[in-house]
């Protein structure tokens, strides 16, 4: 199982980058994927999370109306698309995906999961939102 995230780079206040999350070695249909930023010193959050099988979806409150997770399950890939960005999006981005867990769950657990060694975690992809 793996998870390979790319997609970030420098942008302007204002400008839009989309993330991309691809997943080999397993099908996403009965997992949570999630976004997390972790700037450094700080524990990793999650921006948002998707459940593929219902759809389900979770943001952060200061991403909600900028940022957009969805899914494409042919290309076993989960995008975040992130407009308005604003200096304070500045982070690593990290995806990861656990099977058979809710997007509440992953938002609030998902840090001590990573912590702990559950769940699986991509390399992640720095965002850097600077004039």
């Known amino acids: 199982v793996q998870l390979q995230a790319c997609g970030g780079g420098l942008v302007q206040p204002g400008g839009s980058l989309r993330l991309s999350c691809v997943a080999y070695?397993?099908?996403?249909?009965?997992?949570?994927i999630g976004w997390f930023r972790q700037a450094p010193g700080k524990e990793r959050e999650a921006v948002s999370c998707?459940?593929?099988?219902?759809?389900?979806?979770y943001y952060k409150d200061s991403v909600k109306g900028r940022f957009t997770i969805s899914a494409d399950n042919a290309k076993n890939t989960v995008y975040l698309q992130m407009n308005s960005l604003k200096p304070e999006d500045t982070d690593v981005y990290y995806c990861?995906?656990?099977?058979?867990?809710?997007?509440?769950?992953?938002?609030?657990?998902?840090?001590?999961?990573?912590?702990?060694?559950?769940?699986?975690w991509g390399q992640g992809t720095l965002v850097t939102v600077s004039s």
């Open positions: 990861a995906a656990r099977e058979g867990v809710m997007v509440e769950a992953m938002a609030v657990h998902g840090s001590r999961w990573y912590r702990l060694g559950l769940g699986s």
């Open positions: 070695g397993f099908s996403l249909d009965d997992y949570a």
């Open positions: 998707i459940s593929i099988r219902d759809g389900n979806t």
